[in-house]
T-cell receptor, first 111, second 114 residues
Framework: GESVGLHLPTLSVQEGDNSIINCAYS??????FIWYKQESGKGPQFIID?????DKRQGQRVTVLLNKTVKHLSLQIAATQPGDSAVYFC??????????FGTGTSLTVIP | KAGVTQTPRYLIKTRGQQVTLSCSPI?????VSWYQQTPGQGLQFLFE???????NKGNFPGRFSGRQFSNSRSEMNVSTLELGDSALYLC?????????????FGDGTRLSIL
């Protein structure tokens, strides 16, 4: 699972630029990963998922990359828009057991 | 298709009281998980129910309990409330089963303890 920190990492990007949000996980047996977006006052919203038998998966304006060797997950957002401003969480699980969530990264898009 | 519905959205309680939170999952989803979210600790797993049985449990004291009904709706109960229980309580549902499936969250119940 993820270690929990007291401070939320932050990322500021200009509107139109690409954003990359990173996540490290510790369990080499983790076989399923999800990225969530959480806006203020709302619950986490599913963005994209990836299984451990894949290295890359693309959605609409988003790409998730999985590097199992170094236990690293990243979310790439293309042409970042003001509506992308939110906190982004990665989540991992093993064999359908409980999910472990990262501490989150706060993304701010500058118009 | 309606999303995950949590009620109430906001609750104010005092220390020592108990509280019950409700969650209606997405239609057809049989797994319901509960999480506590605080600024300092992030999202922490409380428990998961599948087909009315608790399938997984996190590291929370016995004051936190839950149940699931035959229609997959779930309730979470916290007894003898403490100041530290102030948090956003989130419910997530998924199809369930043993294969990995995405969880979909409700907007939570904001619990404040005075």
């Amino acid at each position: 699972g993820e270690s929990v920190g007291l401070h939320l990492p932050t990322l500021s990007v200009q509107e139109g630029d690409n954003s990359i949000i990173n996540c490290a996980y510790s369990n080499s047996a983790s076989d399923y990963f999800i990225w969530y977006k959480q806006e203020s006052g709302k619950g986490p919203q599913f963005i994209i998922d990836i299984r451990s038998n894949m290295d890359k998966r693309q959605g609409q304006r988003v790409t998730v990359l999985l590097n199992k060797t170094v236990k690293h997950l990243s979310l790439q957002i293309a042409a970042t828009q003001p509506g992308d401003s939110a906190v982004y969480f990665c989540a991992e699980t093993t064999a359908g057991n409980q999910f472990y969530f990262g501490t989150g990264t706060s993304l701010t898009v500058i118009p | 298709k309606a999303g995950v519905t949590q009620t109430p959205r906001y609750l104010i309680k005092t220390r020592g009281q108990q509280v019950t939170l409700s969650c209606s999952p997405i239609s057809g989803h049989r797994s319901v998980s509960w999480y506590q979210q605080t600024p300092g600790q992030g999202l922490q797993f409380l428990f998961e129910y599948f087909s009315e049985t608790q399938r997984n449990k996190g590291n929370f004291p016995g004051r936190f309990s839950g149940r699931q009904f035959s229609n997959s709706r779930s309730e979470m109960n916290v007894s003898t409330l403490e100041l530290g229980d102030s948090a956003l309580y989130l419910c997530a549902s998924s199809l369930g089963g043993m294969s990995n499936q995405p969880q979909h969250f409700g907007d939570g119940t904001r619990l404040s303890i005075l």
